[in-house]
């Protein structure tokens, strides 16, 4: 792993965005709560999801910190329990009363115009193969394109704001969305040390290191609930595009 500072802006991007998630969870949570409930309860709900989103980020950091994750030979991989808690953790928020709120009472295009993260995290991924960081299989040169989820979440919002979109598009769009995440999702793990299918010298080890835990704890977990959010809000017959 090569040295790497945060005064780099592709690796302080992996800062700035999961805590700009964490600003949109928590800003979505005090909306839906503000509508059926009073001010004060709102900002209780919203105050609770951010401290609970924050202290999962410590977690990882700390986990990460430690070099746990570096642990490969281990059965099973303590990275891998982390991508599997991860993947429980989305599924569990999109479950929740919490995910049932988000899902009918934020706007469609909100839930949709959320996952245009995605677009500056591929930009930064590419720029972290430039400095030996990330294997150029990850990146959008690579075999990861994920960034056309980011670049069309920005259309699709807008396009559902304004009006001149509805159901059909945002479901043909979730599970485009949907299908490129599981592709890197796949890709990331197969380059780990455990697996090596892309060979030893593209090895997948950068996201055992803060702050780029935070990629799979974070922001896949965020594209993963967004996703599965925007289904439940499609499967909503009252629901209002």
């Keep these: 792993m090569p040295p790497y500072s945060l005064a780099e ?3 302080f991007a992996f800062v700035a965005i999961p805590l700009l998630l964490v600003a949109a969870l928590t800003c979505g949570t005090a909306i839906a709560w ?8 709102a900002v209780r709900a919203a105050t ?16 990460a910190a430690s070099g746990v994750l570096h642990q490969w030979e281990r059965t099973p991989p303590p990275f891998l329990l982390l991508v599997a808690a991860t993947a429980a953790l989305a599924i569990a928020l999109a ?28 930009l930064a991924m590419h720029r972290l193969v430039g400095l030996g960081i990330m294997p150029e299989q990850m990146s959008y040169t690579g075999r990861n394109l994920d960034i056309i989820s980011g670049a069309t979440a920005i259309v699709v919002a807008a396009l559902v704001a304004f009006g001149a979109g509805g159901r059909r598009l945002v479901a043909l769009w979730n599970v485009l969305g949907s299908v490129l995440l599981i592709n890197i999702v796949v890709v990331a793990v197969l380059s780990t040390p455990r697996f090596r299918f892309f060979g030893d010298d593209h090895l997948n080890v950068f996201v055992t290191y803060p702050p780029f835990v935070w990629l799979p704890a974070v922001m896949v977990l965020a594209a993963l609930a967004g996703h599965l959010l925007v289904f439940r809000a499609l499967r909503t017959p009252a629901r209002a595009v």
Aim: no cysteine; glycine share 8%; hydrophobic share 60%.
């Design 9 to 11: 802006p592709a690796v």
């Design 34 to 41: 503000h509508r059926v409930h009073s001010h004060a309860t």
């Design 48 to 63: 609770a999801v951010a401290a609970g989103a924050l202290a999962w980020m410590g977690a990882t950091h700390l986990v």
């Design 95 to 122: 479950i929740s009363t919490l995910g049932r709120r988000l899902a009918t009472l934020v706007p469609l295009w909100a839930l949709v115009g959320v996952q245009a993260f995605r677009l500056p995290l591929e």
